[in-house]
């Protein structure tokens, strides 16, 4: 019985814990280009969309729709990267407006084209050979779809990019000062460009996997808040990769767990338990400020327009 | 010899307003050429153009002897045109190998990072530079980040070096090592291009020197061949004086300082039972090399930071330290080193900025209503008595006025009502002549008033020029204290000897 | 008075000759000339409203189009965004009640913006403010006389509870404020689910809401179409909002914390005190705007009384340059295409969020513009 329940939770979480790390992993290489990225809800709504939308109106196959999902996340990005980088509006206000925009706009198209609640084949699982027939660890870890076994490879070349690439060095350098990346003759807005494009992509496949991975069925606003939570996470995480990928799983359990415990008649309140990643987040953050500097990877340019502008 | 660079007609005008008009210099390898000039005087932005920030409307730049177009950064570097400017461009979370390699750039990471260690462990053997290679720069000091920067130019291949005011943070004996670091770059065939309005510094070091006033170049000479009196009319077009004005009267002591301790922002304990008097009518000047807790014992006679333990007293105010004190209500006036920190808020307007010294008085309208009126016409008043230029209105953003004329409108609110005590801290950093002498003079006028003047300066001069009494502080104490006229050398000594 | 902004020019430092920067050639595109970025010091005030005039209209002209491709005709719109609010009392009274919490949302977050706070949490401060009101309400605190009264104050005191840690934090440790407050959304949410699908779960249907509110705790109609007390409530609101930050003494405290709080500080004034009194008077707004639903129009506390208020709360504040005249012109503005959004819900089957669009569009298209305002562009060959 407790064997069962275990079971089914693990089984569960990578569901959970992928779009939140994709979505997060994407942030991160945004905000390390010192973009904040309050607009991530509406990267996932539209990469959620586009992912049905290829389905259901290109015939796409599942990751080929992933595939849609990430442009499509990409383009409203560049429209994202204008403001905030070329017209350099405020990133808080540019953020939400994006929100707001992208609830609009895939309610508008969603419901427009009829692709409302209408079920789709999405991806998958695809059980690893041999590992795949482990007891216990087979069934949780190795009877994934390809984007759970994709995702920590993707954690992996981020990471590697960031920390031991020239473009991950320029990448920094524009998100901690970008007026000594200028100086050193670094496309600033270029480089934010790039990373703002990038980033969205991972982020619409997240929401892509949301809609084509595990509802299989689109609805209006079905991302819930997750882009909102993503954003939490990279800060759990302190903009550090690995630390991200730690913080989607921690998240990802939890909410898993949620609905759980609840059908299987536990008495919790299981709205308390729901407050714990956010007020754990608060945590870090606290514990963060009162070490003191050193530690904290945020970027220090973050949210900061750059135009060159000498004495 | 063909110049390294030599710049000529070069004319730059920003949103109308002539920056440059026909300037130029020509510098040649081996020798430290001076710019000298002004605040505003265009050396920057000549060097902007050099190192490719800035475009120029006119003119021609020739490097090495052919005619180049530096269209940007990256064209300056392949010429080998490397500038430190003044506030330095350092990403402070990279160490110094890796703002290096951001800088110089690499087709691998891993291969380049290597490289410019090797380049840069080599350059500093060179030049006898210590430098932690692997912290990030924004823990080093503000000399070891310039380190950074002249590493990081030289390692990029720079044959030509442009210092923007490098000696301006910088203390006597840090500037003097800096500069002989630049005697040596220019003994191995570099052209060194210092940018600075220090007279000494030019006498002292440079081979030759361009002065520039008003966005044009009025002199072009060699520095031994020329007085400091007349180089000081070319900078400035008039001679001015430079001369001690003793203080008439001192009374007794009205500013007290007793034990106060006091720590950084990080925890550092850098001011360590410092106990001194200002007496009325007197000028304390406190010198000593940065960062020996100046700052912080400024900061707490303003009233943005809290002592450890310690008190100050005013006469008839108590303790500045106490909660609730305020010294502003009692009489103290400040003049602080981080304008734009503590001084002015830029974006708002003059009048603005001006009222706020005020506006709990009730001299501008009570809690309810705040009277416009009676601002615009203050500041107006202020702005004509103390001479603010550059300004159109009260209503005008103050960020738009000038160093001089900003710290004008400082002086201005904070002598508003003659105060009984003053923080004057580096009062004249990164003013011109002129506007450095009207702040002088309006200390001078509020000393002879019979207010406590408390000069905190890492100008030397400045201090031997204004004080009455010199403090000499050092690890967070006072550690020497001279009558006036005192010896440069032996209050240069003690800086030194006990730091 | 721009929304606190990060982007905001800082100001020139020392010496500051107008000098301004141009961005590299690239060599390849020399001989087609490049586009010139400069900061513009000074902008004349016919400048500035033309140019806002014409990212409003460029704003509106894009989400007229959007709606005309989404299948309503010009002529439509027209008919449900203009002639219908003008003509019909019920849509001109449904602006005003959708008008009146908008602009205290909207007055909550100038106030906050106002002294640099960005104020993300509104929809969590709501919901502490409404569920204060309904503690009062469900276990009838006090006569009823003065339950109304009194459950203004609890809301207001909810709102400010819950701002108050983000603003404790933010000044003792320097914690960005963006992120704390935007995480006690979602505890506040959490909260409200945890009362409505446990102790304060209606009994009579089982539904997740609170039950209904009495009479004696609802605000009452003012006689004419559906208007409630909220409406005189919110217009005595906005001109205390008015005088705090255009009149008083605490108005002109306030642009200083703005600008540059150290300033400030160094001269002698209470910063601390200053932003807290404005943050924590945001909080209690937002409390109070939560009341305003939750017992002008729900009359109960439901599970979404407060979605997307906090944002629109935001954004309205943007474009009214947090002052409060602007806060009322924006807020009937932004009620006036709920209202139509309803009437283009039902006979134009266009989804309720499409309303969050047509706000985003004008806001981001306004935003756009400001860029002309604050930048000089120039042509160079």
Redesign the interface.
Known sequence: MVLDFLMNWLAAIPGFVVPFALAALGLLLIEKAGVLSLGAEGFMLVGALAGIGAILGLGASPLAALLCAALAATLLSLLYAVLVVSLRVNQVIAGLSLVFLAQGLTGLIGTGAGWVNRPVDGLRPVPVPLLGDLPLIGQVVFRQDTVVYLTVPAFALVAWLLARTMVGLRLRAVGDGPDAADTAGIGVSATRYGAIAAGAALVGIAGGYLSVGIARIWVEGMTGGRGWIAIAIVIFARWRPWSALAGALLFGAIEALIPRIAAAGIQVPQYFIAMIPYLATLAVMVWTCLRGGGGSMEPRALGRAHLREDR | MSPALAMTGVSKS??G?P?LTDAGITAYPGEIHALLGE??AGK??LM?VAC????PDAGEVRVRGERVSI?????A?RLGIGMV??????????NAL??I???R??????R?LREVEAAARRTCDALGFTLPLDRPV?LLSVAEQQRVEILKVLVEGARILVLDEPSAVLTDREAAQMLDTMRRLADEGCAVILVTHKLGEVKRYADRVTVMRGGRVVASADPDAVSLSELTSLVVGAEVHHARVPARRIGAPLLRFAALTGARA?GLRVLNDATFVVRAGEIYGIAGVGGNGQTELAEIL???RRPLSGSIELDGAGDLCAEGV????AGLA?I?AD??????????SIA??Y???A??SGRF??????DRRAIRSATEAAMAAFDVQGARSPN?????????N?QKLVVAREFADPPRAVLAHSPSR?LDVRAASAVHARLRAARDAGAAILLISEDLDEVLLLSDRIGVMSRGRIVAEFDTPAKRNAVGAAMVHHA | MDAPSETAPQPARDGAAAARAIPPAHPSRRRLGRLSVGVRQHASARLQGAVLAGGLLTGLACAAAILVAAGIGPADLVQEFVVAIVTSPESAAAVLVQGAPLAIVGLAAALAFRVRFWNIGIEGQMIAGAIAATVVALHDIGPPALRLPLMLAAAALGGSAWILGPVLLRLRIGLNEIISTLLLNYVAFNALLHLLYGPWRDPENNFPNSQLYEPSEQLAELGWQNLTWALPLAGVLLLGGWWLLSISRFGFLTRIAEANPRMGEAQGLPMTRVILAATLASGALAGIAGFMICAGAEHRLTQSFASGYGFSGILIAFLARNSAPGVLAVALFVGTLFVAGQSLQVFYQIPASAVQLLQAVIVLCVAASDFFIRHRLRWLR
């Open positions: 920003f949103d307003f920056a605040n505003g920057s932005t902007n490719g920030l800035y475009r269209d940007g950064p990256k064209a570097k400017h003044q506030h330095y461009r350092l990403v402070k979370a990279f890796e703002n390699l951001l800088a750039g690499a087709s691998r990471y891993g380049g924004g990080d303003m009233g943005v305020r010294g502003r209500g400040a602080p304008r734009a920190g503590y001084a002015l808020a830029g974006s708002l603005d900025n009222a706020a010294g506006v709990l309208g009570g809690w309810f209503r705040l005008q953003r103050a960020g738009l006025l000038s160093g001089g900003a990164g």
